[in-house]
């Protein structure tokens, strides 16, 4: 079974200034996925990044990069230059290889708030 | 745009009515999922489907049933409506490999009142 904990229901930071999002994550397969996903307050899911288990680069998708740390169990989205836009939910998830083609697990989310 | 497209896009109802929530995944998609998603929630698994057949299923109450047709498009059926069934209810599709994202529809809303 795979558990994600996303500890900071609430962020604030400043436009233009990088974000640290926390993720951990618990799981007993050896392969996994992790995955991060932005809802804005029109309630889309969109996703952002993804992260293998075996990857040995951090992954980056333009202003958002992953802080990969496997020994730690942490998926970190680092988001930078923040924008208004920005502001939204993000929600931390994974799902593990031996798991088979099962469900995304979801963290909890922490809001976004970009202030100008 | 996801290419997942779910109707409708809001639904009010009241209580003990049976609604019918419908999904189209993205082309190439053989598995569909159904999320719940209740006021300042996280979202919660509820069940999903591969190729027409049932793969996983989550914290699905009794009411709620779900199916997968032959052309991959897939129901989710709430039933005895209550209060508390008020959510946004997600379906999302994705490839058949574990490292693949799943890729969420627009949700539909469902008011119970």
């Known amino acids: 079974a795979q558990k994600i904990t996303q500890t900071q229901p609430g962020m604030f930071v400043q436009e233009k200034e990088a974000v640290t999002l926390d993720c951990t994550y618990d799981t007993s397969d050896q392969s996994y996925g992790l995955f991060w996903y932005k809802q804005p307050s029109s309630g889309e899911m969109i996703f952002l990044i993804y992260?293998?288990?075996?990857?040995?680069q951090n992954a980056t998708e333009g202003r958002y990069s992953l802080n990969f740390q496997k020994a730690r169990k942490s998926a970190n989205l680092v988001i930078s230059a923040s924008q208004l836009g920005d502001s939204a939910m993000y929600f931390c998830a994974m799902r593990g290889r031996n798991s088979g083609n099962t469900p995304l697990v979801f963290g909890k989310g922490t809001r976004l708030s970009v202030i100008a | 745009d996801s290419g997942v497209t779910q109707t409708p896009k809001h639904l009010i109802t009241a209580t003990g009515q049976r609604v019918t929530l419908r999904c189209s995944p993205r082309s190439g998609d053989l598995s569909v999922y159904w999320y719940q998603q209740s006021l300042d929630q996280g979202l919660q698994f509820l069940i999903q489907y591969y190729n027409g057949e049932e793969r996983a299923k989550g914290n699905i109450l009794e009411r709620f049933s779900a199916q997968q047709f032959p052309d991959l498009h897939s129901e989710l059926n709430l039933s005895s409506l209550e209060l508390g069934d008020s959510a946004l209810y997600f379906c999302?599709?994705?490839?058949?490999?574990?490292?693949?994202?799943?890729?969420f529809g627009n949700g539909t809303r469902l008011t119970v009142t």
């Open positions: 999302a599709s994705s490839q058949t490999v574990y490292n693949s994202p799943l890729h």
């Open positions: 992260q293998g288990s075996y990857d040995e």
